[in-house]
């Protein structure tokens, strides 16, 4: 059964406009949300996380937002840049007592010249 | 401050070998957790080591295991590896200040594994 969910295999954007990116949730339990940026045979990078007490965390260009009521989360980034094309992928935490998230299975981000 | 370090990068071996796979966290950093990476299954969450304990483990069988050492450091080993078992392994570690306090959780470059 999977917790995390990113519908969306792929999304292809123009340079300078904005890419969001979904995920969705079904474990009450979960309370930290994070983003990261994965290229292929690279570990995964960190991007921006979110706590469920609040519905929203900027950071430069990427901004999270939480809809805890429906169990949801957007990564937008604006304005998008070629370099950021690659699979993004949404990673849930329950508090208190372990650090393993589980991983939606990715979105690959295409940002067009 | 260096990152997340694994060794090693490549590995190749064949059914039924035992393979081992070192991590080095980030230096103050006491969590350590590992993920297989498959693309059938995305990441998939495997163990988490915290002072040398362990402190959670995922779904996969009794072949899977792990340990960490009093500087962090952290192996995993798969023993009598299929053809299954060929994934990038991922590992992660975190500060962790307090359980109630969320830490971001810093990646590796992984070992690419496959079995023959």
């Known amino acids: 059964d999977q917790q995390v969910k990113q519908n969306s295999p792929s999304l292809s954007v123009q340079e300078g406009r904005i890419s969001i990116l979904n995920c969705d949730y079904t474990?009450?339990?979960?309370?930290?949300f994070l983003w990261y940026k994965k290229y292929p045979a690279e570990g995964p990078t960190f991007l921006i996380s979110i706590s469920s007490i609040k519905d929203k965390n900027e950071d430069g260009r990427f901004t999270v937002f939480l809809n805890k009521s429906a169990k949801h989360l957007s990564l937008h980034i604006v304005p998008s840049q070629p370099g950021d094309s690659a699979v993004y992928f949404c990673?849930?935490?329950?508090?208190?007592?372990?650090?393993?998230?589980?991983f939606g299975k990715g979105t690959k981000l295409t940002v067009n010249p | 401050k260096a990152g997340v370090t694994q060794t090693p990068r490549y590995l190749i071996k064949t059914r039924g070998q035992q393979v081992t796979l070192s991590c080095s966290p980030i230096?103050?950093?006491?969590?350590v957790s590992w993920y297989q990476q498959t693309p059938g299954q995305g990441l998939q969450f495997l163990f988490e080591?915290?002072?040398?304990?362990?402190?959670n483990k995922g779904n996969f069988p009794g072949r899977f295991s792990g340990r960490q050492f009093s500087n962090s450091r952290s192996e995993m080993n798969v023993s009598t590896l299929e053809l299954g078992d060929s994934a990038l392994y991922l590992c992660?570690?975190?500060?962790?200040?307090?359980?109630?306090?969320?830490?971001?959780?810093?990646f590796g470059p992984g070992t690419r594994l496959t079995v023959l």
């Open positions: 230096s103050g950093h006491r969590s």
């Open positions: 990673a849930a935490k329950s508090q208190g007592g372990s650090e393993k998230l589980v």
């Open positions: 992660a570690s975190s500060l962790v200040v307090s359980d109630l306090t969320p830490n971001e959780q810093f």
């Open positions: 474990n009450s339990m979960f309370d930290y």
């Open positions: 080591y915290f002072s040398e304990t362990q402190r």
